[in-house]
């Protein structure tokens, strides 16, 4: 069976402008998270979403992901971000959580729509130092984990199904995920009407932690 094209993440600079134009066509790649490993493409292409969607055979109510290079990209695009969202969002990331929030503004709006989720994204932002991965490629990228549906999340290129791997158009190798746990899902929305964020998914950082960062303000190690 034909892999897809793997680049090791130390050669990865001089690659990212072929990538990134790869991605820009329609490509789909498998990339390092610090949880797990995930499959992404620009959400802006439909036909690659539609791929991403049937290779891993997963329900179309299901939503995907946003990955961005950094705070400041989250806080560009979603312009419409209410301040007590904001302050969470600047608390919870770069880490292991993907933040939910109201798609608030024009370019979030259609984004949202992208993604499967009308009305909200779910973003994350990695810390390095993977962040320089995706501030090398065209974000936000639509991002879900590199496992057929229904299967363990793969923490290594190694763990990932053959099959998966041979329908992508490249993949980074970083090795194994440093946390090698899924993120853990947060949704701000509430934090705007004077309610306490719901944690929707516990991994690899615990409620008790979402709930105490945001009570202090402190941010991840």
Do not use: W
């Amino acid at each position: 069976m034909l892999m897809a094209r793997t680049i090791r993440l130390e050669d990865f600079q001089r690659e990212s402008a072929g990538l990134a134009g790869a991605l820009s066509g329609g490509a789909l790649a498998c990339l390092p998270t610090d949880t797990v490993y995930g499959l992404a493409c620009l959400p802006g292409h439909a036909g690659a979403v539609e791929r991403l969607y049937e290779l891993k055979g997963r329900d179309r109510g299901k939503p995907l992901a946003a990955v961005f290079g950094s705070v400041a990209q989250v806080e560009e695009l979603i312009d419409g971000l209410g301040p007590a969202a904001r302050r969470a969002v600047r608390t919870l990331l770069p880490g292991p959580v993907t933040a939910i929030v109201a798609a608030a503004g024009d370019a979030a709006a259609a984004l949202s729509s992208s993604l499967g989720s009308p009305g909200s994204v779910g973003v994350r932002v990695l810390p390095p130092p993977l962040d320089s991965l995706y501030r090398e490629l065209p974000t936000p990228l639509a991002l879900t984990s590199a496992n057929l549906s229904g299967q363990p999340d793969p923490c290594s290129l190694e763990e990932v199904a053959p099959q998966v791997l041979a329908a992508c158009d490249f993949a980074v190798d970083a090795g194994r995920c440093p946390l090698s746990t899924p993120s853990t899902v947060v949704d701000l929305r509430p934090l705007e009407v004077g309610e306490p964020a719901a944690v929707i998914r516990e991994g690899a950082v615990s409620a008790r932690q979402v709930r105490q960062r945001l009570s202090t303000g402190d941010s991840a190690p």
